[in-house]
Protein backbone atom coordinates (compact mmCIF):
# COMPACT_ATOMS: atom_id res chain seq x y z
CA UNK A 1 0.00 0.00 0.00
CA UNK A 2 1.48 3.41 -0.91
CA UNK A 3 2.23 6.16 1.92
CA UNK A 4 -0.28 8.13 0.25
CA UNK A 5 -2.99 5.95 0.54
CA UNK A 6 -1.87 5.00 4.15
CA UNK A 7 -2.22 8.82 4.86
CA UNK A 8 -6.03 8.98 3.40
CA UNK A 9 -6.90 5.81 5.63
CA UNK A 10 -5.51 7.28 8.69
CA UNK A 11 -7.64 10.56 8.11
CA UNK A 12 -11.05 8.79 7.64
CA UNK A 13 -11.08 8.46 11.20
CA UNK A 14 -11.53 11.94 12.47
CA UNK A 15 -13.90 12.84 9.82
CA UNK A 16 -17.72 14.16 11.63
CA UNK A 17 -20.94 13.89 10.15
CA UNK A 18 -23.31 16.43 8.85
CA UNK A 19 -25.62 17.28 6.31
CA UNK A 20 -27.89 15.54 3.72
CA UNK A 21 -25.80 15.57 0.10
CA UNK A 22 -27.61 14.99 -3.44
CA UNK A 23 -28.80 12.28 -4.50
CA UNK A 24 -26.82 9.48 -7.01
CA UNK A 25 -27.62 9.16 -10.74
CA UNK A 26 -30.42 6.51 -11.24
CA UNK A 27 -28.60 3.16 -13.46
CA UNK A 28 -29.53 0.00 -14.55
CA UNK A 29 -28.93 -2.99 -12.79
CA UNK A 30 -26.20 -5.18 -13.45
CA UNK A 31 -22.47 -4.95 -12.64
CA UNK A 32 -21.65 -1.18 -11.63
CA UNK A 33 -18.90 1.33 -10.45
CA UNK A 34 -19.28 4.35 -8.23
CA UNK A 35 -17.04 7.12 -8.29
CA UNK A 36 -16.66 8.82 -5.07
CA UNK A 37 -14.11 11.59 -5.64
CA UNK A 38 -12.07 12.84 -2.22
CA UNK A 39 -12.73 17.25 -2.63
CA UNK A 40 -12.67 20.15 -0.36
CA UNK A 41 -15.66 22.17 -0.19
CA UNK A 42 -15.44 23.99 -3.93
CA UNK A 43 -13.50 21.89 -5.97
CA UNK A 44 -14.52 20.22 -8.82
CA UNK A 45 -14.00 17.54 -11.57
CA UNK A 46 -15.11 17.46 -14.53
CA UNK A 47 -13.86 14.11 -16.73
CA UNK A 48 -15.04 11.00 -19.83
CA UNK A 49 -15.04 7.90 -18.16
CA UNK A 50 -13.68 6.06 -20.95
CA UNK A 51 -13.61 1.51 -21.03
CA UNK A 52 -11.64 0.05 -23.26
CA UNK A 53 -11.16 3.24 -24.95
CA UNK A 54 -15.31 4.26 -25.29
CA UNK A 55 -17.17 6.99 -23.32
CA UNK A 56 -19.04 4.96 -21.22
CA UNK A 57 -20.23 8.14 -19.35
CA UNK A 58 -19.54 11.72 -17.75
CA UNK A 59 -18.65 12.55 -14.25
CA UNK A 60 -19.11 16.54 -13.71
CA UNK A 61 -18.52 17.02 -9.61
CA UNK A 62 -18.38 19.70 -7.26
CA UNK A 63 -17.93 19.13 -3.36
CA UNK A 64 -19.83 20.97 -2.07
CA UNK A 65 -18.77 18.88 1.46
CA UNK A 66 -15.10 17.77 2.26
CA UNK A 67 -13.93 13.90 1.85
CA UNK A 68 -15.31 10.72 0.92
CA UNK A 69 -18.95 10.40 1.16
CA UNK A 70 -21.40 7.40 1.04
CA UNK A 71 -23.02 8.63 -1.80
CA UNK A 72 -21.36 8.55 -5.68
CA UNK A 73 -21.04 11.30 -7.76
CA UNK A 74 -21.35 8.79 -10.86
CA UNK A 75 -22.44 5.45 -11.30
CA UNK A 76 -22.22 3.58 -14.51
CA UNK A 77 -22.31 0.07 -15.72
CA UNK A 78 -19.27 -2.17 -16.04
CA UNK A 79 -18.99 -3.58 -19.33
CA UNK A 80 -18.29 -7.40 -19.62
CA UNK A 81 -14.57 -8.07 -20.50
CA UNK A 82 -13.67 -4.91 -19.12
CA UNK A 83 -9.74 -4.38 -20.02
CA UNK A 84 -8.98 -0.74 -19.47
CA UNK A 85 -10.60 2.05 -17.81
CA UNK A 86 -10.02 5.96 -18.15
CA UNK A 87 -10.30 9.48 -17.21
CA UNK A 88 -9.46 12.18 -18.99
CA UNK A 89 -10.40 15.70 -17.71
CA UNK A 90 -9.94 18.74 -15.30
CA UNK A 91 -9.40 19.00 -11.91
CA UNK A 92 -10.19 22.70 -10.61
CA UNK A 93 -8.72 23.44 -6.94
CA UNK A 94 -8.42 26.43 -4.93
CA UNK A 95 -9.47 27.98 -8.59
CA UNK A 96 -6.67 26.79 -10.34
CA UNK A 97 -7.48 24.28 -13.72
CA UNK A 98 -5.36 21.41 -14.13
CA UNK A 99 -5.81 18.88 -17.10
CA UNK A 100 -5.13 15.00 -16.14
CA UNK A 101 -5.91 11.66 -18.28
CA UNK A 102 -4.49 8.87 -16.94
CA UNK A 103 -5.75 4.94 -17.46
CA UNK A 104 -5.58 1.67 -15.51
CA UNK A 105 -5.58 -1.66 -16.26
CA UNK A 106 -8.49 -3.57 -14.96
CA UNK A 107 -8.26 -6.55 -12.64
CA UNK A 108 -11.56 -8.13 -11.85
CA UNK A 109 -11.57 -10.12 -8.83
CA UNK A 110 -15.18 -11.96 -9.22
CA UNK A 111 -13.33 -15.14 -10.11
CA UNK A 112 -12.65 -15.43 -6.21
CA UNK A 113 -16.00 -13.72 -5.00
CA UNK A 114 -18.04 -15.04 -7.18
CA UNK A 115 -19.55 -17.66 -4.67
CA UNK A 116 -20.35 -15.43 -2.18
CA UNK A 117 -23.00 -13.84 -4.12
CA UNK A 118 -24.72 -16.93 -5.16
CA UNK A 119 -28.20 -16.49 -4.64
CA UNK A 120 -29.22 -20.00 -5.24
CA UNK A 121 -27.55 -21.30 -2.71
CA UNK A 122 -27.71 -21.05 0.91
CA UNK A 123 -25.37 -18.87 2.78
CA UNK A 124 -23.08 -21.39 3.92
CA UNK A 125 -22.43 -23.13 1.24
CA UNK A 126 -22.08 -19.53 -0.72
CA UNK A 127 -19.20 -19.20 2.45
CA UNK A 128 -17.94 -22.62 1.58
CA UNK A 129 -17.80 -21.86 -2.37
CA UNK A 130 -16.08 -18.76 -1.02
CA UNK A 131 -13.39 -20.45 0.50
CA UNK A 132 -12.05 -22.58 -2.08
CA UNK A 133 -11.03 -19.59 -4.08
CA UNK A 134 -9.28 -18.26 -1.52
CA UNK A 135 -5.63 -18.81 0.28
CA UNK A 136 -6.20 -21.45 2.82
CA UNK A 137 -6.88 -21.04 5.87
CA UNK A 138 -8.79 -17.38 4.78
CA UNK A 139 -11.99 -19.24 5.47
CA UNK A 140 -12.48 -22.08 7.44
CA UNK A 141 -16.16 -23.49 7.25
CA UNK A 142 -16.65 -26.81 9.12
CA UNK A 143 -19.74 -28.30 11.16
CA UNK A 144 -19.80 -26.69 14.89
CA UNK A 145 -19.06 -28.20 18.19
CA UNK A 146 -20.78 -27.29 21.67
CA UNK A 147 -17.98 -25.24 23.75
CA UNK A 148 -17.17 -26.87 26.70
CA UNK A 149 -19.05 -26.28 29.84
CA UNK A 150 -21.93 -24.95 27.29
CA UNK A 151 -25.65 -25.09 27.19
CA UNK A 152 -27.04 -26.83 24.25
CA UNK A 153 -28.39 -24.45 21.35
CA UNK A 154 -31.53 -26.01 22.03
CA UNK A 155 -31.68 -25.01 25.21
CA UNK A 156 -28.79 -21.28 25.04
CA UNK A 157 -31.22 -20.22 22.54
CA UNK A 158 -34.86 -19.28 24.39
CA UNK A 159 -32.67 -18.24 27.27
CA UNK A 160 -30.98 -15.40 24.87
CA UNK A 161 -33.96 -14.45 23.30
CA UNK A 162 -36.02 -14.20 27.07
CA UNK A 163 -32.80 -11.73 28.02
CA UNK A 164 -32.82 -9.60 24.96
CA UNK A 165 -36.57 -9.84 24.65
CA UNK A 166 -36.78 -10.33 21.13
CA UNK A 167 -36.55 -13.48 18.74
CA UNK A 168 -32.96 -13.93 16.79
CA UNK A 169 -32.36 -13.98 13.49
CA UNK A 170 -32.14 -16.96 11.58
CA UNK A 171 -28.80 -16.24 10.51
CA UNK A 172 -27.95 -16.04 14.48
CA UNK A 173 -29.34 -19.76 14.50
CA UNK A 174 -27.27 -21.24 12.06
CA UNK A 175 -24.57 -20.35 13.92
CA UNK A 176 -25.40 -23.40 16.37
CA UNK A 177 -24.63 -26.13 13.54
CA UNK A 178 -21.51 -24.23 12.01
CA UNK A 179 -18.74 -22.46 12.69
CA UNK A 180 -17.20 -20.13 10.47
CA UNK A 181 -13.98 -18.51 11.16
CA UNK A 182 -12.03 -15.65 9.09
CA UNK A 183 -7.80 -16.49 9.85
CA UNK A 184 -8.19 -15.93 13.97
CA UNK A 185 -11.54 -14.31 14.19
CA UNK A 186 -14.94 -16.33 14.60
CA UNK A 187 -18.40 -15.94 14.80
CA UNK A 188 -19.55 -17.12 18.06
CA UNK A 189 -21.73 -20.40 19.18
CA UNK A 190 -25.35 -19.19 20.39
CA UNK A 191 -24.56 -21.59 23.51
CA UNK A 192 -21.36 -19.12 24.36
CA UNK A 193 -23.37 -15.82 23.04
CA UNK A 194 -23.43 -12.84 25.50
CA UNK A 195 -24.31 -9.69 25.55
CA UNK A 196 -21.89 -6.79 24.06
CA UNK A 197 -21.53 -5.46 27.92
CA UNK A 198 -20.80 -9.15 29.30
CA UNK A 199 -18.67 -9.37 26.36
CA UNK A 200 -16.56 -6.42 27.07
CA UNK A 201 -16.73 -7.09 30.92
CA UNK A 202 -15.49 -10.77 31.00
CA UNK A 203 -13.39 -10.82 27.83
CA UNK A 204 -12.06 -7.65 27.07
CA UNK A 205 -11.55 -6.91 30.72
CA UNK A 206 -13.46 -3.80 31.42
CA UNK A 207 -14.88 -2.65 34.68
CA UNK A 208 -18.75 -1.61 34.83
CA UNK A 209 -17.44 1.59 37.28
CA UNK A 210 -14.98 3.63 37.90
CA UNK A 211 -11.91 5.49 36.27
CA UNK A 212 -12.15 3.68 32.89
CA UNK A 213 -14.95 2.15 33.95
CA UNK A 214 -18.15 1.70 31.25
CA UNK A 215 -19.89 4.05 32.92
CA UNK A 216 -17.21 7.07 32.73
CA UNK A 217 -16.21 5.78 28.95
CA UNK A 218 -19.80 5.38 26.98
CA UNK A 219 -23.10 7.65 27.12
CA UNK A 220 -25.83 6.44 28.62
CA UNK A 221 -26.79 6.21 25.08
CA UNK A 222 -24.32 3.72 23.81
CA UNK A 223 -24.13 2.09 27.33
CA UNK A 224 -28.07 0.97 26.79
CA UNK A 225 -27.36 -0.43 23.37
CA UNK A 226 -24.30 -2.33 24.46
CA UNK A 227 -26.13 -3.84 27.39
CA UNK A 228 -29.24 -5.15 24.78
CA UNK A 229 -27.01 -6.17 22.06
CA UNK A 230 -25.95 -9.77 21.14
CA UNK A 231 -22.62 -10.16 20.61
CA UNK A 232 -22.14 -12.42 17.16
CA UNK A 233 -18.69 -12.13 15.45
CA UNK A 234 -15.38 -11.56 17.46
CA UNK A 235 -12.44 -9.69 15.12
CA UNK A 236 -8.58 -10.56 16.41
CA UNK A 237 -6.73 -8.17 14.19
CA UNK A 238 -5.17 -4.34 15.34
CA UNK A 239 -6.98 -4.93 18.86
CA UNK A 240 -10.01 -6.58 19.43
CA UNK A 241 -13.34 -5.69 17.38
CA UNK A 242 -16.62 -7.78 17.22
CA UNK A 243 -20.21 -7.37 14.93
CA UNK A 244 -23.13 -7.05 17.14
CA UNK A 245 -26.81 -6.97 16.68
CA UNK A 246 -29.10 -4.36 18.67
CA UNK A 247 -33.06 -5.40 18.48
CA UNK A 248 -34.33 -1.93 18.88
CA UNK A 249 -33.08 -0.86 16.15
CA UNK A 250 -32.24 2.43 15.16
CA UNK A 251 -34.02 5.96 16.20
CA UNK A 252 -34.67 8.46 12.99
CA UNK A 253 -31.62 10.87 12.70
CA UNK A 254 -29.02 9.03 14.71
CA UNK A 255 -25.24 9.72 14.10
CA UNK A 256 -24.16 6.26 11.50
CA UNK A 257 -20.64 6.61 13.41
CA UNK A 258 -19.01 5.57 9.80
CA UNK A 259 -15.60 6.88 8.95
CA UNK A 260 -16.21 10.08 6.40
CA UNK A 261 -19.81 10.41 4.83
CA UNK A 262 -20.26 14.07 6.07
CA UNK A 263 -23.69 15.52 5.25
CA UNK A 264 -25.23 12.31 5.78
CA UNK A 265 -28.68 12.56 6.65
CA UNK A 266 -28.20 9.92 9.93
CA UNK A 267 -29.90 6.52 10.38
CA UNK A 268 -33.08 5.91 9.15
CA UNK A 269 -35.88 3.50 10.57
CA UNK A 270 -35.51 -0.07 8.60
CA UNK A 271 -38.36 -3.04 8.71
CA UNK A 272 -39.95 -3.67 12.49
CA UNK A 273 -38.25 -5.64 14.50
CA UNK A 274 -34.82 -6.69 12.60
CA UNK A 275 -32.51 -4.72 14.76
CA UNK A 276 -29.54 -3.54 13.57
CA UNK A 277 -26.53 -4.90 13.06
CA UNK A 278 -23.14 -2.64 14.00
CA UNK A 279 -19.06 -3.02 14.34
CA UNK A 280 -17.42 -1.75 17.61
CA UNK A 281 -13.76 -1.52 17.98
CA UNK A 282 -11.80 -0.94 21.18
CA UNK A 283 -10.24 2.10 19.70
CA UNK A 284 -14.04 3.69 18.69
CA UNK A 285 -15.53 2.16 21.81
CA UNK A 286 -17.46 5.12 21.93
CA UNK A 287 -19.38 5.35 18.78
CA UNK A 288 -20.45 2.07 17.25
CA UNK A 289 -20.57 2.28 13.28
CA UNK A 290 -24.03 1.03 11.96
CA UNK A 291 -24.39 -1.02 9.34
CA UNK A 292 -26.61 0.46 7.04
CA UNK A 293 -27.83 0.33 3.40
CA UNK A 294 -27.52 3.40 0.93
CA UNK A 295 -30.17 4.95 2.19
CA UNK A 296 -29.29 5.05 5.64
CA UNK A 297 -31.40 1.85 6.92
CA UNK A 298 -30.32 -0.73 8.38
CA UNK A 299 -28.89 -3.96 6.49
CA UNK A 300 -30.50 -6.82 7.52
CA UNK A 301 -28.61 -10.34 9.41
CA UNK A 302 -27.73 -11.88 5.74
CA UNK A 303 -26.18 -9.07 4.92
CA UNK A 304 -24.26 -7.54 7.93
CA UNK A 305 -22.77 -11.78 7.54
CA UNK A 306 -22.07 -11.48 4.57
CA UNK A 307 -20.20 -7.97 5.50
CA UNK A 308 -18.08 -9.76 7.52
CA UNK A 309 -16.41 -11.99 4.96
CA UNK A 310 -16.33 -8.54 2.86
CA UNK A 311 -14.45 -7.22 5.44
CA UNK A 312 -12.11 -9.08 6.27
CA UNK A 313 -11.40 -12.03 3.90
CA UNK A 314 -10.49 -10.42 0.69
CA UNK A 315 -7.12 -8.60 1.85
CA UNK A 316 -5.13 -10.89 -0.63
CA UNK A 317 -7.22 -10.17 -3.74
CA UNK A 318 -8.84 -6.66 -3.75
CA UNK A 319 -5.26 -4.49 -3.37
CA UNK A 320 -4.36 -3.34 -6.55
CA UNK A 321 -0.55 -4.56 -7.75
CA UNK A 322 0.58 -0.83 -8.30
CA UNK A 323 -0.92 2.18 -8.80
CA UNK A 324 -1.35 1.50 -12.77
CA UNK A 325 -4.16 -1.46 -11.76
CA UNK A 326 -7.65 -0.91 -10.91
CA UNK A 327 -9.54 -3.81 -9.31
CA UNK A 328 -13.10 -3.90 -9.52
CA UNK A 329 -15.86 -6.79 -8.72
CA UNK A 330 -18.09 -7.58 -11.42
CA UNK A 331 -20.29 -10.43 -9.22
CA UNK A 332 -20.67 -7.96 -6.16
CA UNK A 333 -24.72 -6.63 -6.14
CA UNK A 334 -23.54 -3.44 -5.00
CA UNK A 335 -22.05 -0.73 -7.17
CA UNK A 336 -18.08 -0.90 -6.50
CA UNK A 337 -17.49 1.37 -4.57
CA UNK A 338 -14.15 3.63 -6.31
CA UNK A 339 -12.09 6.25 -4.51
CA UNK A 340 -10.93 9.39 -7.00
CA UNK A 341 -8.34 11.14 -5.23
CA UNK A 342 -5.87 13.89 -7.04
CA UNK A 343 -2.03 13.69 -5.91
CA UNK A 344 -1.68 17.51 -3.73
CA UNK A 345 1.11 18.27 -6.15
CA UNK A 346 0.88 16.57 -9.68
CA UNK A 347 -2.79 17.15 -9.06
CA UNK A 348 -3.18 13.49 -10.64
CA UNK A 349 -5.62 11.16 -10.34
CA UNK A 350 -5.72 7.78 -7.98
CA UNK A 351 -8.50 5.58 -8.05
CA UNK A 352 -9.36 2.46 -6.49
CA UNK A 353 -11.54 -0.10 -5.18
CA UNK A 354 -12.67 0.59 -1.90
CA UNK A 355 -15.85 -2.00 -1.38
CA UNK A 356 -13.53 -4.27 0.68
CA UNK A 357 -12.10 -1.69 3.34
CA UNK A 358 -11.56 -3.18 6.35
CA UNK A 359 -10.67 1.07 7.91
CA UNK A 360 -13.89 2.20 5.99
CA UNK A 361 -17.08 0.31 6.63
CA UNK A 362 -20.05 2.14 4.84
CA UNK A 363 -20.35 -0.84 2.20
Not at 86 to 107: S, Y
Not at 211 to 238: E, I, M, N
Not at 291 to 317: G, I, K, M
Not at 324 to 353: G, I, T
Request: proline letters at 7%.
Amino acid sequence: MSTTRRSILATLGALPCGLLQAQPQAVAQGPRAGIHPWLEVGDAVVADVLANGKVAAQLNHQATQPGLLRRPALVWALPKGLQRVQLRGNLTRAGKTTPFNKTWTVRDMASVSAPLYDQGKPWIERVRGLAKRLEEGTVTVERAKLPAGKQPAATALPQLEKRLGAPLPAMVRLLADWRVEVGDSSFVHPSAMTTVTDMLRRQWDYALSGKDGLDQLLSPSVRARYDRSLAVFVHVGDGMGALAWDPAGVTAGEPTHTWGDQGNPGAQPGTANEGVWYWLHQEYLRKPSLLLDEDYRPRNAEAAFTHVLQRLAFSEVEEAANDKELVVDSALPRANLLQLHFDEESRQPSLWLRSYDSYYTLF
